[in-house]
């Protein structure tokens, strides 16, 4: 130690099993033997005291030589005992206490299991400092920064020689799964959440408003880790789901004597490890998946907020203030690895040429790119998909060896199933608030928030959710992520609540009359309350399920808006969505020229407002282009939400602390039906059609009147 002048030291007990075979520090060993025969303990409990002070004996040396902390181990047979370990390093601090080592100096050495989270857990609330070893994954360290440990110790060496097992073959530098699993957990705990905040309270605020406080603050907050496709694109090799079938499927499944809990799974075939790396190539055997570097980093939400509050009378205060955030590494579905450049979309259907063909040559001659000896046969006549797709545009792709994962092809990169993390959005909203705390029977709430909220990633789940069946949050061109930023499709600019309690002045120790009796009983403890809401209709979320676009581009090419043409249909004010779709259908029908025509007069938008640009004649004459439709239309919205649930509430006084109360709710008690968002496939015959996402029946966003009784006895 004293040659490399380390940091930190560890009382390893192979460690120190080996040093106290050394002539050197045999004597450790004696004194504490030596010592402890006096103790009156004698068996495993001598034997027990006598490893744990020969530990913290060698820990002190240690420390005399050493700047930083010693880390000493409890005991291995309390890797999944709570208890035993939090009474095993209690014991450990107290004799290092005993030698004078202050607590800053020294860490408990405890096992990466389940109990051993949960003690290191409780005892770093108590002051003592755990260092978690046997650490083999990223759960277990995200477990152990939740348990806010002082330190962890994966255990790089031991993943590398189970992987180096199991697959019969060495890893070096940066492919060491060892190296990995650390790069991963250090991705994870650059997570760093500092929060501050004001309040500022003057006598006079410009002079002339007392009873004013001034608040503000900023914080980072994160969030939790999750996998879009619950971890089954992450499988580590090849795997195998042995079946085995009862023959009259009622009688126990017994395989060669095997079967039951008590004879174990019956035996099958192991996967071989062999599989060539290149089985992917094609997407005709499945997809491959990638998961970049930096994704292991979790979302993260900065927050901040400025208020200022005013007591306009007694428990009547007006609060007016800014809230603010901006959050980034969200979970996404923008990659798209394997698109096309845009640069090449200028070349419209030459796209199309075979690579062998005299004009697929002539293309790929004038961009000085040439064929890989492996091209043709992966792609040309006799490949898997039944026709030859050994196209110039798939030549182009940044990673011929897969598809583009556009239309008509076969699978792509898949990015949305590990963690993609390039999402962000931004949310600046006025809040303003009058509140009356309770006084003189009356409580009053009232709220409103004037917002905005801007994103790239309005799904949690971006490649399963029904959003995504439209493609409307993936990437046009991924490599100009900021034009996908756009209106939230959650977003609500206007929201006003409006809350409420009132005691009715009514029965005994009131205004009016105040009497005890049976006018008290029939007319004193009434309440009547309520929560009213009004707030802004969601935005239309606008696509065409069947737009043109060039297969070795991503699958969300959009729509354009013809200048000029208003959204909504002249027709508009008659629309009917209660019709029926398939006589009176509300959608589009595309031209050849890329214009849309009606498809009967029943329409609620003006068809003649988009354009295809990637319409076949368009393409031939200037190849393909990116659309301008928005992402989400924040000038048409479904209709405002309005909703009022009123409370009425008798309380009867039995005796003492023995009360009886009988309530009714009326929930939506003006019976409204709000409707829904509606479709925005253009090219579908529900276009605009309340809740009906590719067609369906028209749907409202709240229930109907709901009258609920509650009687409740309280003592």
Not at 13 to 20: E, K
Not at 75 to 90: H, L, M, P, Q, T
Not at 198 to 208: C, I
Not at 617 to 635: C, D, I, M
Request: charged share 15%.
């Amino acid at each position: 130690m004293r040659a490399y002048a380390p940091q930190d030291a560890t009382t390893n007990p192979s460690l120190i099993y080996a040093a106290v075979q050394k002539e050197q520090y045999s004597h450790l060993l004696d004194e504490v033997i030596d010592d402890r025969k006096r103790s009156g303990l004698t068996g495993a409990a001598q034997i027990d005291d006598i490893i744990a002070r020969l530990l913290v004996k060698f820990g002190c040396e240690m420390l005399e030589i050493v700047p930083g902390r010693v880390s000493t181990e409890t005991d291995a047979r309390f890797s999944f005992d709570v208890e035993g370990s939090i009474e095993k390093a209690r014991v450990l601090i107290k004799l290092y206490e005993g030698q004078h080592i202050p607590r800053e100096r020294t860490l408990i050495k405890i096992a990466s299991t389940w109990e051993g989270l949960n003690a290191a857990e409780q005892l770093q609330k108590e002051g003592i400092r755990c260092n978690l070893t046997l650490l083999f994954s990223l759960p277990q360290a995200v477990r152990a920064a939740e348990a806010k440990v002082q330190l962890i110790s994966p255990f790089v060496g031991r993943i590398y020689d189970w992987f180096k097992k199991e697959n019969k073959r060495d890893y070096t530098g940066a492919e060491d799964p060892g190296v990995q699993s650390v790069r991963e957990i250090y991705t994870y705990y650059k997570n760093f959440g500092p929060r501050i905040g004001f309040a500022y309270a003057p006598e006079k605020l410009f002079g002339r408003f007392s009873q004013t406080v001034i608040r503000g603050g900023y914080g980072i907050y994160h969030a939790a880790l999750f996998y879009t496709d619950f971890g089954d694109s992450l499988s580590s090799g090849a795997t195998v789901n042995p079946t085995f079938t009862s023959p009259n499927n009622f009688a126990p499944i017994v395989v060669q004597g095997k079967g039951s809990l008590d004879t174990g799974f019956p035996a099958f075939s192991p996967p071989s490890n062999a599989n060539d790396p290149a089985l992917l190539n094609g997407d005709f055997q499945g997809s491959p998946s990638y998961a970049g570097a930096s994704n292991g980093r979790s979302g993260m939400v900065q927050n901040w907020s400025f208020e200022i509050q005013h007591q306009l009378a007694p428990d009547l205060i007006f609060s007016v203030g800014y809230v603010g955030n901006h959050a980034t590494h969200l979970n996404s579905n923008l990659q798209q690895l394997n698109s096309i450049d845009p640069k090449f979309l200028s070349l419209g259907t030459k796209l199309l040429d075979s690579v062998t063909s005299a004009a697929g040559q002539a293309t790929l001659a004038s961009l000085g790119v040439t064929v890989p000896s492996w091209f043709e046969p992966l792609y040309g006549p006799g490949n898997p998909s039944g026709q030859p797709i050994d196209y110039v545009g798939q030549l182009l792709l940044p990673f011929p060896q897969y598809q583009s994962g556009g239309p008509n092809t076969n699978g792509g990169i898949t990015t949305n199933c590990c963690l993609e993390n390039l999402g962000q959005s931004t949310y600046n909203a006025l809040q303003a608030k009058l509140e009356r705390r309770f006084r003189n029977g009356l409580n009053v709430l009232a709220s409103y928030t004037y917002s905005k909220t801007l994103t790239d990633a309005d799904s949690a789940y971006a490649g399963l959710t029904a959003f995504s069946s439209s493609d409307t949050f993936t990437a046009q061109n991924p490599r100009d992520l900021k034009a996908e930023k756009a209106l939230s499709y959650q977003d609500v600019p206007h929201a006003f609540v409006l809350s409420y309690l009132y005691e009715l002045p009514v029965g005994k120790g009131k205004k009016f009359l105040d009497k005890g009796g049976v006018v008290n009983k029939v007319l004193g403890g009434w309440q009547v309350g309520g929560v009213q809401r009004y707030q802004s209709g969601a935005p239309f979320i606008p696509f065409a399920s069947d737009a043109h676009n060039s297969r070795f581009g991503t699958a969300n090419t959009r729509l354009s808006l013809i200048p000029g043409q208003p959204l909504r249909s002249p027709n508009a004010a008659s629309y009917n969505p209660f019709l029926d779709p398939g006589s009176f259908g509300s959608g589009c029908n595309e031209q050849p020229d890329g214009t849309f025509l009606p498809m009967s007069t029943n329409s609620f938008f003006n068809c003649a407002a988009f354009l295809d640009p990637n319409a076949a004649s368009l393409v031939a004459q200037r190849g393909y282009e990116f659309g301008n439709l928005p992402k989400v239309f924040g000038n048409i919205r479904s209709p405002i939400y309005m909703n009022e649930d009123f409370s009425l509430i008798k309380r009867f006084t039995l005796y003492e602390a023995h009360l009886l109360s009988f309530k009714v709710d009326f929930v939506n008690l003006f019976n409204r039906h709000v409707l829904a968002r509606g479709d925005g496939c253009i090219t579908c015959s529900t276009l605009g059609r309340p809740g009906a996402q590719f067609g369906g029946s028209p749907g409202s966003v709240n229930g109907q009147k709901i009258i609920q009784l509650t009687f409740r006895y309280q003592f």
